[in-house]
T-cell receptor, first 113, second 114 residues
């Protein structure tokens, strides 16, 4: 299996621009997670989906952040408008069920200038 | 407040020695505690899980202990090798119901020198 696939790996954008991060989970996994990692706050859960349905988005920092999962093999995390404090590594992860191992992608490194 | 704490300072040890990393938590009652390895520029990789009713878990050169009274987990790597150099993260399930909302520590960087 190719694992969790994220794109882009690196993105540099200007403040105010829209950013879209993409994720393809491992086939057959029912749970999809979006995490954000920064030096100050570590790895934080933003939102997770079960069977394509958003279950808990309490970690999404502001209304500027939105996430969708239109089908079982694709999810997006969108930031509009982006701000410098959004600079971080964004990880997508998936798991087969709620008590199974979580597999992380390689991350999308976002820099907002 | 709820906290997970790992030593933020890097741990430097010599090859062949045992590395011991600490994870302390407060105001959580997790049913599970997990350890992950993260290499620079990569995503975390799951290593071990220990349940609240297990005192110790082993996997090859890795050993994890879980003391729910002390609210602490220790992660040991025996006969450490330079290839073990990475950041190690602990994570727990705050709800005790599964891994949907794992809370992670900030990690401890391990450096094993030859």
């Amino acid at each position: 299996d190719a694992g969790v696939i994220q794109s882009p790996r690196h993105e540099v954008t200007e403040m105010g621009q829209e950013v879209t991060l993409r994720c393809k989970p491992i086939s057959g996994h029912d749970y999809l997670f979006w995490y954000r990692q920064t030096m100050m706050r570590g790895l934080e859960l933003l939102i997770y989906f079960n069977n394509n349905v958003p279950i808990d988005d309490s970690g999404m920092p502001e209304d500027r952040f939105s996430a969708k999962m239109p089908n079982a093999s694709f999810s997006t995390l969108k930031i509009q408008p982006s701000e410098p404090r959004d600079s971080a590594v964004y990880f997508c992860a998936s798991s087969a069920d709620r008590r199974n191992t979580i597999y992380f992608g390689e991350g999308s490194w976002l820099t907002v200038v | 407040s709820q906290k997970i704490e790992q030593n933020s300072e890097a741990l430097n040890i010599q090859e062949g020695k045992t590395a011991t990393l600490t994870c302390n938590y407060t105001n959580y009652s997790p049913a599970y505690l997990q350890w992950y390895r993260q290499d620079p520029g990569r995503g975390p990789v799951f290593l071990l899980l220990i349940r609240e009713n297990e005192k110790e878990k082993r996997k090859e050169r890795l050993k994890v202990t879980f003391d729910t009274t002390l609210k602490q987990s220790l992660f040991h790597i025996t006969a450490s090798q330079p290839a073990d150099s990475a950041t190690y993260l602990c994570a727990l399930d705050p709800l005790g119901t599964g891994f949907q909302k794992l809370v992670f520590g900030t990690g401890t960087r391990l450096l094993v020198s030859p």
